[in-house]
């Protein structure tokens, strides 16, 4: 093609047609330039479609991972409105009311000691997710969910701190008599917890700040609940 063209300026050059030359060699650098520039939109066509693809696998892995979340927040929620549940229960029979079961502790963990336990597979697995997402529904929300995860956390730490603090002197205080609990115990095992007013008093304690924890979990579970659902939108669009 370009041996074509050549000739072509040969010829009309050894003619001495200046003025058709001219325009030929005008008309062949608007074709260069026309070249180039689809050249360029071509190229940039194919990295907007790496970038779109890349921003699909990137929004398959957060839904995962989100699903992921849900699940496990489901099961600390299930988890702490349980203890709650056993805390009102020794508070109740302190005050000698009655409860709805007595019979079998519903909680298998020492209750004078635990440590809240948290993890976010899309927080953790997607560190610069924020960054690199274009979708604004979806960069909004992930915004909402890290700020909703810094929550979660300050209220695990200052529930942990509660438990170091009140917890484990409860647990030394009462070492031997635990040692003798039985397997499955039941409430009646716990009649030293029952009729200790401060022990009692650190119970009302630890549910106060677990329920600033499971506000914040579920105020959390929301915005997961959310972000799953522009997630799968987006995929649906997409793909």
Known sequence: MIKFFRKIRYKLMSENKTGRYFKYAIGEIILVVIGILIALQINNWNEARKVKLQEIKLAEQ????????????????????IR?????????LSN??????????????????FRLAFQSNLINNNPTAYDLISNEPIKNKLRDYIKRHDYVVNSIELNNRICEQYGVPLQIKYDELIRKLPA??????????IKDKETIAKFNVFKSYGLVYLIQCQVFLKVNYELIQLLEQYLKENQ
């Open 62 to 81: 957060l839904l995962t991972d989100a699903i992921a979340d849900s699940v496990f927040f489901e099961s600390r929620i299930s988890f702490q409105k």
């Open 84 to 92: 709650d549940t056993l805390f009102n229960n020794f508070i109740s």
């Open 96 to 113: 000698n009311e009655s409860v709805d079961s007595i019979s079998v502790l519903k909680v298998n963990d020492d209750p004078f000691f």
């Open 184 to 193: 499955a115990p039941i409430y009646n095992d716990y009649l030293f917890v």
